[in-house]
């Protein structure tokens, strides 16, 4: 089964490409995450996650999410990460990760995908994203092609420290939801509270506020159709990014 979580389209566009290699059945984990639905999951093929890198590691809400959520059935997982550059050592984490869960750890394969996080870098553009979406078709292949033969991933090795401290300093300083706002061209519609992973998001007198436990996936930010989030002074006239349908 293909377990996958998204902000702005990347991962799920990979999961969906593998499905169609694999014939495996796929899981968006959107609203398991925003319920904290931990109902144990069967499946007799192996496990197939894919999601987004923050800070050279998994999402920290789908770890947290896996910590707690009994996967039953075949013991193999294979991880895949969509990526703007690096994964860093994100896979020495999740064979540790697996180590605890009690899972057979296959592999960790990073698939360069569109840059999304724009509170802090730039997004492409639409024609170069698609550039780049076409360039990770390779790579999508050779995983769907690995997991269809039961072979593991080739093996990355090191990073592991890299990744911890990278990862602990970004979520302890950037990960916060205090700087977003609407300006006046929101029109209350209320997309960003409906697409937030964290149900992080309240409509208030048509306007939208920002709780505490934010993940930065940049959902609210990019999907906004009236164009009226921003992230302080960060965001002000950047490309927004959302992961075309039609890849
Ligand atoms: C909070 C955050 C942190 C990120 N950290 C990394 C990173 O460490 N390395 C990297 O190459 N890309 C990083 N990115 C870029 C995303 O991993 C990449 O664009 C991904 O494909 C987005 O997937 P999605 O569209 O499924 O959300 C980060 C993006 C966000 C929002």
């Not at 496990?47 to 789908?62: G, H, I, K, N, S």
């Not at 997982?77 to 990760?97: D, E, N, P, R």
Request: glycine share 10%; hydrophobic share 40%.
């Amino acid at each position: 089964m293909i377990l996958y979580y998204t902000g702005t389209g990347n991962s799920a566009c990979v999961a969906r490409q593998i499905a169609a290699e694999t014939g495996d059945e796929v899981l968006n984990l959107f609203e398991k995450l925003r319920a904290g639905d931990h109902t144990p999951l069967h499946a007799d093929r192996p496990w197939v996650v894919v999601t987004p890198t923050y800070a050279w590691q998994m999402p920290r809400l789908v770890r947290d999410w896996l910590r707690q959520t009994p996967l039953t059935g075949c013991r193999e997982i294979y991880f895949i990460l969509t990526c703007g550059s690096s994964i860093g050592g994100a896979g020495a984490h999740l064979k540790a990760l697996c180590r605890e869960l009690g899972l057979d750890f296959r592999g960790c394969a990073p698939v360069v995908m569109p840059e999304n996080y724009i509170a802090m870098f730039k997004a492409p553009g639409p024609e170069e994203a698609r550039r780049i979406i076409a360039a990770a078709r390779g790579s999508i292949d050779a995983a769907a092609a690995a997991i269809a033969a039961g072979r593991p991933f080739p093996e990355r090795t090191g990073g592991k420290l890299r990744s911890s401290l990278v990862n602990g300093v970004f979520y302890r300083l950037a990960v916060k939801a205090k700087k977003f706002y609407a300006t006046d061209a929101c029109t209350g519609c209320g997309n960003c509270a409906a697409g937030c992973p964290m149900n992080n998001i309240r409509m208030a007198d048509g306007r939208p506020v920002w709780g505490d436990a934010c993940t930065h996936c940049m959902a609210c930010i990019c999907a906004c159709p009236a164009r009226a989030v921003e992230y302080g002074g960060r965001t002000r006239n950047k490309v927004r990014y959302i992961c075309p349908e039609d890849v």
